[in-house]
C-alpha cells in the first residue's frame, strides 16, 4: 500500500522540516522529493505536511505517519535480511547501567532478541564509571551508560537533567547537612551530587550506600535522604525534591552508547544493537519523559 522509497522520503522531510535539505540528504531534486511526498499523502488519503512558503510543520496525520513509517521499514528491512541470510550472528557483551535496564532497556532488548535470535546476547549491569572501565579493558563490546562531562567518547543517544529527588513527604532541614543516598565510586551522578554541593558549600552526609539501584530507591521511598537522579528516569514512588528546598542545580548528564574494539561478529551485532538503543533513545525523547 505504501512505496518504502515514499516513506523514506516522508522521513526525510520529517526530520528537516525543510524539502531542500531532505532532497539535498536523499540525493533528490526537490520536485522528486515533493512527489514522493504528494503520492504518499495520495496513499494515506491525508495531508501528511502542512506547507506555505516559509515553513513545513507535520500535521496530526503526519506524526502518526512518523510512527508508522519507521515501523514499516524496520519490518521490511528485517524480511529483507532473514530471506537474504544476511543475519546476525556472534557473541555480543552489552553493558548497561542499572537505572536505563529498570526502565526502557527491557522492551530494546526483548525487540532485539527477536529481531536477531542468532546472537549470543550476555548483559552487565554496572555503575556507569565501571562499565566505562571494563570495556577499555576489552571486557564489553558495547555499553549504554552515562557519560563524565570531560569525556568525549561515545554516540550521544539522550541528554536529560540530573535532578534531587526522594520521597514525597520528605523535608529538608536547612540547618543540617543534606543527607545523601549515593552509589559507591566510581560514580557518575555519587560525583555529580558530593561536587555539587562542594562547590555551593553545603554540608552533607551520606546516610545510604548502595551499588543496586534497588537498594537506592528502597533507601529514599523510605525517606532517608535524597539522590540525584536522570528526570526522566524516576523510579515510581519518589518524587523530585522542591526547589524551596534549596538544593543546587546539578546540571546535564548524557546517557551515550560507547563501542568497543572488537571486530567480526561482534562488531557486527553491536552495531545492531546500537540501533535499536539509538531508536529507542529518539522515542524517549519525542515523549518527553
Aim: glycine share 10%.
Amino acid at each position: 500500500m505504501y512505496d518504502p522509497t515514499h516513506l523514506r522520503t516522508f522521513l526525510a522531510v520529517a526530520q528537516t522540516l525543510n524539502f531542500t535539505q531532505a532532497a539535498r540528504r536523499l540525493g533528490l531534486r526537490q520536485s522528486t522529493v515533493s512527489q514522493h511526498v504528494r503520492r504518499l499523502e495520495e496513499a494515506a488519503g491525508r495531508q501528511l505536511f502542512a506547507r506555505d512558503t516559509h515553513s513545513v510543520e507535520l500535521t496530526g496525520d503526519g506524526e502518526a505517519m512518523l510512527g508508522f513509517a519507521r515501523r514499516l521499514l524496520e519490518v521490511q528491512e528485517q524480511a529483507a535480511a532473514y530471506f537474504s541470510g544476511a543475519r546476525v550472528r556472534g557473541r555480543l557483551r552489552f553493558g548497561a547501567s542499572e537505572d536505563f535496564v529498570l526502565t526502557r532497556l527491557p522492551e530494546i532488548l526483548e525487540g532485539f532478541r527477536h529481531d536477531h535470535p542468532e546472537v549470543d546476547l550476555e548483559l552487565t549491569v554496572e555503575l556507569s564509571g565501571t562499565l566505562h572501565e571494563r570495556l577499555a579493558e576489552g571486557k564489553l563490546d558495547l555499553v549504554l551508560a552515562k557519560r563524565r562531562p570531560e569525556d568525549p567518547r561515545g554516540r550521544l543517544v539522550w541528554r536529560d537533567d540530573l535532578v534531587w529527588i526522594g520521597a514525597e513527604r520528605l523535608r529538608l532541614d536547612p540547618d543540617r547537612p543534606v543527607p545523601l543516598i549515593v552509589y559507591p565510586p566510581p560514580g557518575i551522578t555519587r560525583a555529580r551530587a558530593l561536587e555539587t554541593l562542594d562547590t555551593q558549600g553545603r554540608p552533607w552526609h551520606i546516610v545510604c550506600t548502595s551499588g543496586s539501584l534497588n537498594g537506592l530507591i528502597a533507601a529514599a521511598r523510605a525517606g532517608l535522604g535524597v539522590m540525584a537522579h536522570s528526570r526522566r528516569l524516576i523510579p515510581p514512588g519518589l518524587v523530585r525534591v522542591p526547589e524551596r528546598a534549596g538544593l543546587p542545580d546539578l546540571g546535564g548528564i548524557d546517557f551515550v552508547l560507547t563501542h568497543g574494539h572488537r571486530g567480526g561478529p561482534a562488531q557486527e551485532a553491536a552495531d545492531a544493537l546500537a540501533e535499536a538503543v539509538l531508536a529507542g533513545g529518539e522515542r524517549l525523547r519525542r515523549q518527553g519523559g
